[in-house]
């Protein structure tokens, strides 16, 4: 496979843009438009449970599928049910609010059926060489669609009188979804690869030496702050504020660093560094939380949001690149690859529905602003034991990356001489 881009990457990386633009454009107002419907944090966090819940149960079931079928199928049928949760939210309007946990389970589905077979594409279309450069696209694109999408949807909804704007949105991104399904059916068709192993996750961490063990750990600490801070963020914007223009602005500009700082991460983040900017990457996302402690308001929510999307590709891309090279050290890890990325996506779930039950129980004892802010400095402390966790798997790939690079370098010159 070659180390630059081919066109079926290049396609993947296109349908992955349409795919997160669509959710750029509605979900970030989302947890909005169902908070105006009725101010209850319980209420969306556990809109977040019943995603997680049906994500995992998806991701474990269309495993098989994935693997033994047509995974382009899978592709297409998540983008379609995304699709399809906006349709039904667009039919409820403000009712939605008393369909939390059906709407929670549909969007949750589509989005574990679309990563999952997202993610078993993105390895069948990378190499180890290529997965950094990849992954650095994938965040430019997710940069790109945060500032565009939030920004355009702000200025319609502001500009529309009461909820006529957020139905334009959804429309939109129901538009987005439907153009994403036609667009896959010009990936090509992958080869299958055997049998599904139901237990392969089990077996996996039963294994004592199992680079998979520690690393799964990581994975679940990167969900439980990843499972609140998801959501939270965003509504808080909106609560401090309550204006949808104020929540598009702190999106375009978080965005816009974002934007930066994962094509810098891509660019300079090589193996030798992973694990540096890791634990690098995991402190400062810590400690752009501390403003907040001295006053909650859109300054400091936005001195957070600029530090973290300028801090979390050093610790993001580690994680991607990490878990992918590990399905690819070995023939038999290969032939694997769609139950190890069904346990990487099943730690994370495990981690966000960790998040977000531990918020609905701070939420149980107090919903004052100080509880909020404790709570989301206590969630950012985790990935630090993520890095923990992770530090021989990152020193194991960079010896492998080393190797594969001296023995690069041997065949060059047996061939010059």
């Not at 369909?99 to 969007?107: A, E, F, K, N, V």
């Not at 439907?178 to 990936?187: E, I, K, P, Q, R």
């Not at 999106?251 to 193996?271: C, E, H, N, R, Y």
């Amino acid at each position: 496979m070659k180390s630059n881009l081919n066109g079926q990457s290049i396609l993947l990386l296109s349908l992955n843009g349409l795919f997160v633009f669509a959710a750029a454009l509605s979900g970030t107002f989302l947890n909005v438009y169902l908070w105006k419907s009725r101010q209850d944090y319980a209420m969306i966090g556990w809109f977040n449970v019943s995603q997680q819940i049906a994500l995992g149960i998806m991701v474990w079931v269309a495993g098989k599928w994935v693997k033994e079928h047509n995974k382009m199928n899978a592709l297409r049928v998540g983008t379609a049910m995304s699709g399809l949760f906006y349709l039904v939210v667009l039919y409820t309007g403000p009712q939605a609010v008393n369909y939390i946990w059906p709407l929670g389970m549909l969007l949750g589905a589509a989005l574990g059926l679309f990563w999952l077979a997202f993610n078993v594409i993105f390895f069948e279309v990378t190499d180890r060489v290529s997965r950094d450069h990849f992954n650095g696209w994938v965040g430019l694109l997710g940069s790109f669609s945060g500032i565009v999408g939030p920004w355009l949807s702000g200025w319609i909804i502001a500009r529309m009188e009461d909820d006529a704007g957020y139905r334009v949105i959804f429309s939109i991104s129901l538009a987005f979804y439907v153009v994403g399904v036609v667009l896959s059916f010009f990936l090509r068709k992958r080869k299958t690869t055997g049998k599904y192993n139901w237990k392969e996750p089990k077996q996996r961490l039963s294994q004592k030496e199992s680079m998979w063990r520690p690393l799964s750990l990581s994975l679940v600490a990167q969900g439980i702050r990843e499972g609140v801070f998801a959501f939270l963020i965003t509504l808080l914007v909106y609560v401090v504020t309550k204006q949808e223009w104020k929540l598009a602005q702190f999106s375009f500009i978080t965005s816009a660093v974002s934007f930066f700082s994962f094509w810098a991460a891509g660019k300079w983040l090589k193996p030798r560094y992973r694990s540096a900017g890791m634990l690098l990457g995991a402190v400062l996302l810590v400690i752009v939380i501390l403003p907040l402690l001295w006053r909650m308001e859109y300054s400091t929510l936005l001195i957070m949001g600029i530090g973290t999307s300028l801090f979390m590709p050093l610790y993001l891309i580690p994680m991607i690149s990490a878990s992918f090279d590990l399905m690819g050290t070995s023939k038999g890890d290969a032939n694997q690859r769609v139950e190890l990325v069904v346990l990487r996506e099943l730690c994370l779930m495990v981690g966000r529905l960790t998040g977000t039950l531990i918020f609905l129980g701070v939420l149980s004892i107090s919903k004052a602003p100080g509880a909020m802010i404790w709570l989301l400095i206590g969630l950012a402390l985790v990935p630090v034991g993520g890095w923990f966790f992770m530090r021989n798997v990152l020193k194991m790939e960079q010896k492998e990356s080393q190797s594969a690079t001296r023995s690069k370098t041997q065949r060059w010159h047996k061939q010059t001489e």
